[in-house]
């Protein structure tokens, strides 16, 4: 029995879906195929994870068959490729998604409940690859799968970590961390490369020498040398006509290097040196939007941009040889953030130390292979090295950085700033100062042919605030691509009844035509389309209900209203907003028992850094706030308050399609875009949110009837800092302010622990309130009035969900995409044979 079967032959981009032609049976008889020879069991004692295993066996009978055929097409074509570098990919689960893409959704849950399985069940086996920490690692998992959709050469390239981001426990309130073992026991996406293993050099010093000719010539001893292995994880594209690869490095010592130091007798030294080498791939860092400055983020980031240039030019050789005169046109590398950025030295170093190139052909090469993403303006987000750990991990690296520094400074900026110090010194590099510094960002802008920020208003703020001499010196190169989500999986796998109900009124081409999604504007007034739009959002209201029960032992009422912040815990994402306002909710429900209000449920899902003091203590917060909230009687259930555990893609997709109210409440100017806001407002939750971020260009798209803004604006911010910000003021001038605020010094939500909250209020009051929560509270107050007014009245509030999805169709990641390939990558859809 095989899954492997004839096809329809279309384009590139596939839009229709019934494309491996397998019958239940055919997929069953599969299953138990490879539950006999590739686990090596029987239906009698196979247990839930044989058979995800055995499903997953099947599903790849048709994977990787694909995978070697787009590979084989791409070499024979010898198609230009975006090489996508990131340090994070945060794939979640893969099975429904792939089973999603070859179109066999339907006949795998009938052929696992002929077997006497439960489909969901299986699916939940398996863990999620976690390989990222927030929006920057989704939105790199959601461009490889639009990539691949859209039939487009591509790869991406990372780190194929041991232990993804950590798993959160929730013990008294407060997080613990869990290391998460994604791949233990194995993993069935993953086909291991040895034959593509390729070995880094590190540390060590620089020998200069002169030829014949009195050229000078530069020579890299290393002190160490990594094998670096590559795993390949199919991306399997919606439709399957392309499968593209995520190649994720392992490092591993290299038993070459080793050897000296074992015959010189050093074999424990040899021993130690190997678990040296095995840590650089071992732990993901935790940190979202905020950076370590740590020597094995450093070696982590070298290992992998090495590798993967390595394995980019060994790819390029094998069609061209030594001429490197195609090079540019067939390699694009994306720069995922600054955190890819020592690729840029690298390919520098390739060039000119190992292929003898002038430095000038070098240059130019570079100059029209990278291209940067920018993710955020946070200062404590912005990568500097210091130059004395760069120059004992990377001594050549660090002189060729030097070398492009003073070559910018000559030939770039004297002649566009002439005898301009104060611009020098702020566009180097190279920061002066106690403790010199590497800025990555500056080396990112100054290599690379386009800039990108992640929104609108977020791109404008790069140019005006975060590069704005850069901007006069190349205007054309600072550019936007507004980020996105892929539908397949944040809505057609995640939300079945809304697609189905989709597919029946619009098409069932809208997972690659997410615009037709417009169509449904046409039936946001019809109540009987509006009945069955929000049956199916209490159905999986219902849903999430019960997994709330299961994972908190919380009851909530699944006709309240689902009101969901899912994002990482972060000063600057106000989660400290909500919860002073469930506060004052809660304070008005004492005060006044008849007060006014639908029944709410508030739901938290977020994992902070490990390290982040602040972020930790708002999570206990929301837990003791929530004890107290759920267990009183008096309050008579109108209000609950839930903190899920380990928020991650896989909770993210129950979490989702159950939410009424999506909180996107950020600072203005300081969300670089979000994500969640798209995928929310996809499935038909209404934001409420400041002007921030692709918040923004949401409000454009479904009209501002149909979002609740708040907040400043960020010329508003601008203008409150410059006249001097004072928290107190707003402290005194609200009396429900001040009171819930004072409420952290009580022990009111720590019984007999009195003051246990209070480094929040000192937060907000003595150190500052850095984004101004106090400031916005008033007007976001006033903004879940109107929320409450809109959903007690039914059609109303079904009209504002129906637009909502309908309007989202901006916010596909294939047009995010689409926007990369026509303004800075220029590839070419490629179309794959049966
Ligand atoms: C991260 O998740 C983001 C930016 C960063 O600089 C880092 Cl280090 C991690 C996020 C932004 O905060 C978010 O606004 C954006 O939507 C996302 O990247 C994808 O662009």
Redesign the pocket.
């Known amino acids: 029995a095989s899954a492997k079967t004839s096809r329809k032959k279309t384009s590139a981009v596939s839009d229709d879906l019934k494309q491996f032609e397998v019958t239940t049976e055919e997929f069953k008889d599969c299953v138990v195929k490879h539950l006999h020879v590739t686990l090596g069991t029987d239906e009698n004692k196979a247990s839930k994870k044989a058979w995800w295993n055995a499903t997953c066996a099947a599903v790849n009978e048709i994977v990787f068959e694909r995978v070697t055929k787009t590979q084989k097409t791409h070499y024979q074509k010898d198609t230009r490729a975006v090489h996508y570098f990131s340090l994070?990919f945060l794939m979640g689960r893969f099975l429904k998604n792939n089973l999603t893409s070859v179109g066999l959704t339907d006949i795998a849950k009938q052929a696992l409940e002929q077997l006497d399985l439960d489909f969901n069940e299986i699916c939940e086996e398996e863990p999620d690859m976690a390989l990222?920490?927030?929006?920057?690692?989704?939105?790199a998992a959601c461009f490889v799968d639009s990539l691949a959709t859209l039939g487009y050469p591509a790869i991406g390239y990372g780190i194929h970590y041991e232990h993804g981001l950590f798993t959160q426990e929730i013990q008294h309130g407060r997080q613990l961390e869990r290391p998460d073992s994604w791949r233990e026991y194995g993993n069935p996406w993953e086909i291991c490369r040895p034959e593509s293993i390729q070995e880094i050099p590190l540390y060590g010093y620089v020998e200069t020498k002169y030829d014949e000719g009195g050229h000078i010539h530069k020579e890299w001893h290393p002190g160490r040398i990594i094998k670096g292995v590559p795993w390949d994880i199919p991306v399997v594209g919606y439709g399957a006509k392309t499968v593209n690869i995520l190649r994720l490095w392992e490092s591993r010592a290299s038993d070459f290097f080793n050897w000296d130091v074992f015959n010189a007798g050093g074999y424990l030294d040899a021993q130690v040196e190997n678990v040296q080498a095995e840590t650089i791939s071992k732990v993901l860092y935790p940190?979202?939007?905020?950076?370590a400055g740590k020597e094995l983020r450093l070696i982590q980031q070298y290992f992998f941009c090495a590798c993967s240039i390595k394995d980019i030019i060994r790819r390029y050789k094998r069609a061209h040889g030594n001429d490197w005169s195609k090079f540019t046109d067939q390699v694009v590398i994306q720069l995922n953030?600054t955190?890819p950025a020592v690729a840029i030295p690298e390919l520098m170093r390739i060039l000119v130390d190992r292929a003898e190139m002038h430095w000038d052909d070098a240059w130019a090469i570079c100059q029209n292979v990278f291209a940067y993403?920018?993710?955020?303006l946070?200062p404590e987000?912005l990568e500097k090295w210091s130059v004395r750990l760069f120059e004992k991990v990377l001594p050549r690296h660090l002189e060729i950085i030097y070398e492009i520094n003073s070559r910018f400074l000559e030939d770039v900026v004297e002649p566009a700033f002439p005898d301009n110090d104060e611009v020098k010194r702020k566009l180097s590099i190279i920061e002066e100062g106690h403790e010199k510094m590497v800025r990555m960002g500056n080396l990112s802008v100054i290599a690379s042919f386009k800039v990108n920020g992640?929104?609108e208003i977020?791109s404008q703020l790069v140019k005006s605030d975060l590069f704005p001499e850069f901007n006069q010196i190349w205007p054309d190169k600072l550019t936007n691509v507004t980020?996105g989500v892929t539908p397949r999986r944040w809505l057609k796998s995640c939300n079945p009844a809304l697609s189905k109900l989709i597919s029946e009124y619009v098409d069932d081409d809208w997972p690659v035509h997410l615009d037709k999604l417009q169509k449904l504007n046409d039936f946001a007034d019809d109540s009987k389309f509006q009945k069955v739009f929000m049956q199916i959002k209490h159905d999986n209201k219902v849903e999430l209900a019960k997994v709330i029960k299961s994972l908190t032992n919380i009851e909530v009422d699944p006709t309240a209203l689902f009101d969901i912040q899912i994002k990482?815990l972060?000063e600057y994402k106000r989660q400290q907003l909500n919860l002073i306002h469930i506060m004052a909710l809660y304070r008005r429900l004492l005060q006044n028992p008849d007060y006014d209000m639908p029944k709410r449920v508030f739901i938290f899902g977020a994992k902070a850094a490990p390290g982040y003091y602040m972020a930790k203590e708002i999570i206990y917060a929301i837990n003791k706030v929530a004890d107290r909230v759920n267990n009183d009687a008096r309050i008579k259930d109108k209000l609950k308050v839930v903190f899920l555990p380990n928020y991650r893609v896989s909770l993210a997709e129950k979490m989702i399609p159950a939410a009424d109210v999506s909180e996107q409440i950020?600072l203005a100017g300081k969300?670089?875009?979000?994500?969640?806001n798209m995928k929310l407002a996809l499935n038909g939750a209404v934001t409420i949110g400041t002007l921030d971020?692709?918040n923004i260009e949401i409000a454009e798209e479904a009209g501002e009837d149909n979002v609740v803004i708040f907040g400043l604006t960020v010329e508003e911010v601008k203008a409150k800092k410059a006249a001097g910000y004072n928290p107190w003021d707003y402290y005194y001038a609200n009396e429900e302010l001040k009171a819930v605020l004072d409420w952290f010094d009580t022990d009111y939500f720590t019984p007999g622990k009195p003051g246990e909250l209070a480094e929040i209020k000192r937060s907000l009051l003595d150190y500052g309130d850095t984004y101004l929560t106090l400031a916005d509270y008033a007007s976001y107050s006033d903004a879940h009035k109107k929320i409450d007014r809109l959903y007690q009245d039914k059609p109303t509030w079904a009209r504002m969900a129906i637009i909502n999805t309908a309007t989202m169709g901006k916010f596909n990641s294939d047009r995010s995409i689409q926007d990369y390939v026509n303004n800075i990558w220029k590839l070419t859809p490629c179309f794959i044979e049966e």
């Open positions: 994070e990222g920490n927030g929006g920057l690692g989704r939105l940190n979202d939007n905020t950076e953030d955190h993403t920018n993710h955020t946070l987000a992640v929104a977020h980020n990482r972060h950020s969300e670089a875009s979000g994500t969640g971020g692709a």
